[in-house]
């Protein structure tokens, strides 16, 4: 198992370093708030927990739970709301820029 | 076990594909929204494989974090996102180190003890200095406390002990010991919060983006070592596609503002020393005025000028003064009229003044008389990356305006207008001219080698570099000193009439 966990490990840190580098600066915002939304994640380790805490354990995954929850849905929806506020000119098909001369 | 593999594949996959469309701001909003089924199915999956129904009590606190989340997320404002960012962030961290706080206190020993105790280990100190460091920077940014850098009687020499006591607790769990002795847990925890606490105290105010980025990173980092401590596959992965966006970022941002991290993580701040590039005092008075055009203005100018070069306190008591009567009326006028390509260039001292609206319908105007205007943005303009791009969006700004410095730095010379507003230390020329400076080979906006400048700038006060700005002291800039929210308004007037 552990290596499996490796393998996954180390693959999406490869493939996520080649997606991620192609993103404009333009969006850099959304990407940061979007990629902390997906940090939240741990919420699913939080549940797994939760579900085996011992007596007297199951505080420290509650709170866990509720703090990774407001990340996620924190996360998500700030970026959603970002986004929408990305509006170029509707346009028929891609114009080009083109630069001054 | 197989299902499990494959579908913490398929999760990943889905995370992976939702950046990929994040390239694009035509598509990026479905990438979100794909991102956020993927976490969807992520935790409906993990409700049904550990076998918790849906009357668990789990799910109460599920619901309860997401609410308290949604209603976080609709209520900030745009201005406030790197602190919002930075408070999810410690939450995440949080989550993080109290996942593995509970594993361990559920331990008896299964699996590998070794790789459990290393990665449990790990895991809560980073999330407890994620936590700890992300605070402090909200406080900074919110403005609650801490405003300035802070440092402490061997500050330094604290934060480097934590971090080693803290990295020796865990080797000694590791070796077989954990135990025995994982009553040193808090200690790794606690330790963490200090290294959190002191990291982030020292940090200024432009080197924001920068802690920020690696508190991301932080995160992710502490959810994929959790992810290994907790056997689990998507939560691994998804942490170090976390991790590996926030070191992308931070190496954006270090290049940008040209720092090394360690520097900014040391404390290093640059204004503290200033060192003044050999500026050509001489040439200011002049030359530099008869270079703009209408001789009214000109003479107000050099009268300005001068009291600059006299003593930069006297300015300060007339300086508000002398904006209201000397305002070049003539000149800027004949330039907003006669200028047919526009580049404006905003600063995070826009975001200060709140004076996106006023910049929006700045363009509006000058479009209206069918001009060209285009955004330079610079990387670090704003108090995280790509912040900039947001306000100006959020002004209603359409984004095929907005330009990165690749994209719009061989057009500044094409340019007949240039207006700056709030931004110093991205376009001043002494990052090129001088050596020896905090911003010394710093990428800048080439604003300089435009036709015509306007400057509308709070004051001449040098920008967080401690570098005084070059660019002011040039013959075809135009200096407005004063608040944005107000001098803009004025050109716009001067366009319409």
Same mark, same amino acid.
């Given at each position: 198992m552990f290596y499996a966990m490796f393998i996954v490990l180390i693959a999406a840190a490869l493939l996520g370093y080649r997606v991620i580098s192609a993103v404009p600066p333009l969006l850099h915002t959304p990407l940061m708030s979007g990629m902390n939304a997906l940090s939240g994640i741990t919420v699913i380790g939080a549940l797994a927990v939760y579900a085996t805490a011992p007596a007297g354990a199951g505080g420290w995954a509650a709170a866990a739970l509720i703090l990774a929850m407001i990340n996620v849905a924190g996360g998500f929806w700030v970026t959603e709301r970002m986004l929408r506020m990305f509006k170029g000119k509707k346009r028929e098909s891609e114009v080009q820029e083109i630069p001054w001369q | 076990m197989a299902i499990t593999i494959v579908f913490a594949a398929l999760i990943i996959i889905g995370f992976l594909a939702g950046i990929r469309l994040m390239q694009s701001p035509r598509t990026a909003l479905w990438g979100n929204r794909l991102g956020a089924l993927a976490m969807l199915f992520a935790i409906t999956w993990t409700f049904i494989a550990t076998g918790q129904g849906s009357f668990s009590s789990a799910i109460i606190y599920v619901v309860i974090g997401g609410i308290l989340g949604l209603i976080l997320g609709q209520s900030v404002r745009m201005i406030h996102m790197p602190q919002t960012v930075a408070l999810l962030n410690g939450f995440g961290g949080a989550a993080s180190a109290l996942v593995v706080w509970t594993a361990v206190l559920g331990y008896g020993g299964e699996g590998t003890i070794m790789l459990f105790w290393g990665t449990a280990g790990l895991a809560l100190g980073v999330g407890s200095l994620t936590f700890s460091g992300s605070i402090i920077a909200v406080l900074k940014l919110q403005g609650l406390a801490f405003r300035i850098p802070i440092q402490l009687k061997g500050h330094g020499h604290i934060l480097r002990v934590a971090i080693l006591v803290a990295a020796l607790l865990i080797i000694i769990n590791m070796s077989f010991l954990g135990l025995y002795f994982g009553q040193?847990?808090?200690?790794?925890? #606690?330790?963490?919060?200090?290294? *959190?606490?002191?990291?982030? %105290?020292?940090?200024?105010?432009?080197? &924001?983006?920068?802690?920020?980025? +690696?508190?991301?990173?932080?995160?992710?980092?502490?959810?994929?070592?959790?992810? #290994?401590? /907790?056997?689990?596959?998507?939560?691994? =992965?998804? =942490?170090?596609?976390?991790?590996?966006?926030?070191?992308?970022?931070?190496?954006?941002?270090?290049?940008? &503002?040209?720092? !090394?991290?360690?520097?900014? %993580?040391?404390?290093?701040?640059?204004?503290?020393?200033?060192?003044?590039?050999?500026? @050509?005092?001489?040439?200011?008075?002049?030359?530099? /005025?008869?270079?703009? !055009?209408?001789?009214?203005? =000109?003479?107000?100018?050099?009268?300005?000028?001068?009291?600059?070069?006299?003593?930069?306190?006297?300015?300060?008591?007339?300086? @508000?003064?002398?904006?209201?009567?000397?305002?070049?009326?003539?000149?800027?006028?004949? %330039? +907003?009229?006669?200028?047919?390509?526009?580049?404006?260039?905003?600063?995070?001292?826009?975001?200060?003044?709140?004076?996106?609206?006023?910049?929006? @319908?700045?363009?509006?105007?000058?479009?209206?008389? *069918?001009?060209?205007?285009?955004?330079?943005?610079?990387?670090?303009? *704003?108090r995280m990356p790509g912040h900039m791009n947001v306000l100006l969006a959020e002004a209603g700004i359409d984004y095929e305006k907005l330009m990165d410095i690749d994209a719009i730095n061989p057009q500044f010379a094409h340019a007949d207008l240039v207006i700056i507003v709030g931004a110093c230390d991205v376009v001043n020329p002494a990052a090129n001219a001088a050596d020896g400076t905090p911003i010394s080979g710093m990428p800048i906006l080439d604003a300089e080698k435009a036709k015509n400048i306007i400057i509308c700038n709070l004051d001449e006060k040098p920008g967080y570099s401690g570098v005084d700005n070059l660019l002011y002291k040039q013959p075809q800039v135009i200096t407005l000193w004063g608040d944005a929210a107000q001098t803009i308004p004025r050109l716009t007037a001067m366009i319409n009439n």
């Amino acid at each position: 198992m552990f290596y499996a966990m490796f393998i996954v490990l180390i693959a999406a840190a490869l493939l996520g370093y080649r997606v991620i580098s192609a993103v404009p600066p333009l969006l850099h915002t959304p990407l940061m708030s979007g990629m902390n939304a997906l940090s939240g994640i741990t919420v699913i380790g939080a549940l797994a927990v939760y579900a085996t805490a011992p007596a007297g354990a199951g505080g420290w995954a509650a709170a866990a739970l509720i703090l990774a929850m407001i990340n996620v849905a924190g996360g998500f929806w700030v970026t959603e709301r970002m986004l929408r506020m990305f509006k170029g000119k509707k346009r028929e098909s891609e114009v080009q820029e083109i630069p001054w001369q | 076990m197989a299902i499990t593999i494959v579908f913490a594949a398929l999760i990943i996959i889905g995370f992976l594909a939702g950046i990929r469309l994040m390239q694009s701001p035509r598509t990026a909003l479905w990438g979100n929204r794909l991102g956020a089924l993927a976490m969807l199915f992520a935790i409906t999956w993990t409700f049904i494989a550990t076998g918790q129904g849906s009357f668990s009590s789990a799910i109460i606190y599920v619901v309860i974090g997401g609410i308290l989340g949604l209603i976080l997320g609709q209520s900030v404002r745009m201005i406030h996102m790197p602190q919002t960012v930075a408070l999810l962030n410690g939450f995440g961290g949080a989550a993080s180190a109290l996942v593995v706080w509970t594993a361990v206190l559920g331990y008896g020993g299964e699996g590998t003890i070794m790789l459990f105790w290393g990665t449990a280990g790990l895991a809560l100190g980073v999330g407890s200095l994620t936590f700890s460091g992300s605070i402090i920077a909200v406080l900074k940014l919110q403005g609650l406390a801490f405003r300035i850098p802070i440092q402490l009687k061997g500050h330094g020499h604290i934060l480097r002990v934590a971090i080693l006591v803290a990295a020796l607790l865990i080797i000694i769990n590791m070796s077989f010991l954990g135990l025995y002795f994982g009553q040193f847990m808090p200690f790794i925890a #606690l330790l963490g919060l200090i290294a *959190g606490f002191l990291m982030t %105290l020292r940090i200024g105010g432009a080197d &924001m983006p920068i802690v920020i980025s +690696l508190l991301n990173s932080f995160s992710g980092i502490a959810a994929a070592v959790a992810g #290994l401590a /907790v056997e689990n596959l998507i939560l691994s =992965g998804t =942490g170090a596609l976390v991790g590996v966006a926030g070191l992308i970022l931070t190496r954006i941002m270090c290049r940008a &503002m040209n720092r !090394s991290l360690l520097a900014v %993580l040391a404390g290093f701040i640059p204004g503290a020393q200033v060192k003044t590039p050999p500026v @050509q005092e001489e040439r200011l008075s002049f030359d530099a /005025v008869t270079g703009i !055009s209408s001789k009214e203005g =000109g003479e107000e100018l050099t009268t300005e000028e001068a009291v600059t070069a006299e003593a930069e306190k006297a300015v300060e008591d007339t300086g @508000q003064a002398a904006v209201e009567d000397k305002f070049p009326e003539e000149s800027l006028s004949e %330039l +907003l009229q006669n200028a047919t390509r526009v580049i404006i260039v905003p600063g995070y001292g826009m975001a200060v003044a709140q004076a996106q609206m006023a910049v929006r @319908q700045l363009t509006d105007a000058l479009e209206g008389k *069918g001009k060209e205007v285009k955004f330079a943005i610079h990387p670090v303009a *704003g108090r995280m990356p790509g912040h900039m791009n947001v306000l100006l969006a959020e002004a209603g700004i359409d984004y095929e305006k907005l330009m990165d410095i690749d994209a719009i730095n061989p057009q500044f010379a094409h340019a007949d207008l240039v207006i700056i507003v709030g931004a110093c230390d991205v376009v001043n020329p002494a990052a090129n001219a001088a050596d020896g400076t905090p911003i010394s080979g710093m990428p800048i906006l080439d604003a300089e080698k435009a036709k015509n400048i306007i400057i509308c700038n709070l004051d001449e006060k040098p920008g967080y570099s401690g570098v005084d700005n070059l660019l002011y002291k040039q013959p075809q800039v135009i200096t407005l000193w004063g608040d944005a929210a107000q001098t803009i308004p004025r050109l716009t007037a001067m366009i319409n009439n």
